[in-house]
Nanobody, 121 residues
Framework: EVQLVESGGGSAQAGGSLKLSCTAI????????LAWFRQPRGKERREGVA?????????YYSDSVKGRFTISRDNAKKTVYLQMNRLKPEDTAMYYC??????????????WGQGTQVTVS
């Protein structure tokens, strides 16, 4: 089964940048959609941040991060990235990568990483 591991989290000042990575340590070929979610402290649900179709390359961004975050993938390295620029304090959250075996617009996401903390002050 797909196993995902995130890294790259940490602390940054408002206006700064961080780059998250998520590596599939088992396999990635069967995943039709790769995505990033985040869950701020005090929130009960994770919110979708960005996704990319492994079939078409089409990307999606939430309105709150559009123009600031970029999702990309490296098939050779079996890794998906989230470049986060112009960070805001409201970006503070635990970030999770996820994979779905169906198209991004269909879901659900059945595979999740362990999460990496991002803190913006």
């Amino acid at each position: 089964e797909v196993q995902l591991v995130e890294s790259g989290g940490g602390s940054a000042q408002a206006g700064g940048s961080l780059k998250l990575s998520c590596t599939a340590i088992v396999q990635l070929g069967d995943a039709n959609c790769l995505a990033w979610f985040r869950q701020p402290r005090g929130k009960e649900r994770r919110e979708g941040v960005a996704s990319v179709s492994t079939v078409t390359g089409m990307t999606y961004y939430s309105d709150s991060v559009k123009g600031r975050f970029t999702i990309s993938r490296d098939n050779a390295k079996k890794t998906v990235y989230l470049q986060m620029n112009r960070l805001k304090p409201e970006d503070t959250a635990m970030y999770y990568c996820a994979a779905a075996l169906v198209a991004c617009h269909l879901g659900p996401f059945g595979y999740w990483g362990q999460g990496t903390q991002v803190t913006v002050s």
